[in-house]
């Protein structure tokens, strides 16, 4: 019977004739470029769950499910909440779900702040026209003001609500990419 204590000698030996292998032969390269692009576009998805909203007041009444999965409020509630994108990601689509018993109730924006002003831009501020009292998602192009900078800016998304029947189930953010990240 051979002894275990033999294996991690093998081991060592097998590296180190490696490591003189590739010594020999000139050594081993680092990949040193700072930029990774795709050959292709990419898309990605950026969730935002109910439980990363927020009021944007501490005036109203709200109520957060068991786990997040659905908003509502007293009415005339507004939530937002941060998000972080790569740079130079190109938003395509804000989609969000909602249900509500009114038309034009349930209100979608996504902004960005410009830090060195403080000047706000909404990239996307529409209400829904859904009046059916069902789950659905509501999506909203984004055309404009839609290349990510995060040196230079901020972004945040956010809903509003004036009717109590109205419910938030969650948010997500369409955008594209062709570099592995900041």
């Not at 439980?51 to 659905?70: K, Q």
């Not at 005339?76 to 909440?81: K, L, Q």
Request: some cysteine; aromatic content about 12%; glycine content about 8%.
């Amino acid at each position: 019977m051979k002894s275990h204590v033999a294996y991690p000698r093998i081991a060592a030996a097998a590296a180190a004739g490696v490591t003189a292998a590739l010594l020999l032969s000139g050594g081993a390269q680092a990949i040193t470029d700072s930029v990774f692009k795709y050959s292709t576009v990419k898309t990605g998805w950026y969730s935002i769950p109910t439980a990363a909203m927020v009021p944007t007041t501490d005036t109203w009444a709200y109520s957060d499910s068991v786990f997040g999965s659905e908003l509502s409020n007293s009415g005339g509630a507004c939530f937002s909440a941060g998000v972080n994108l790569p740079e130079g990601a190109t938003v395509t689509e804000i989609r969000a779900w909602y249900k509500s018993s009114t038309v034009n109730d349930a209100r979608t924006f996504f902004l960005r702040t410009n830090l060195p002003t403080g000047a706000t831009d909404s990239i996307v501020d529409q209400t829904s026209p859904d009046s059916t009292g069902t789950r659905k998602p509501v999506a909203y192009a984004v055309t404009a003001n839609n290349v990510t900078n995060n040196g230079r800016y901020s972004y945040s998304f956010g809903t509003c609500a004036n009717n109590s029947t109205t419910r938030f189930y969650g948010a997500r953010i369409t955008y594209t990419y062709t570099t592995a990240g900041d």
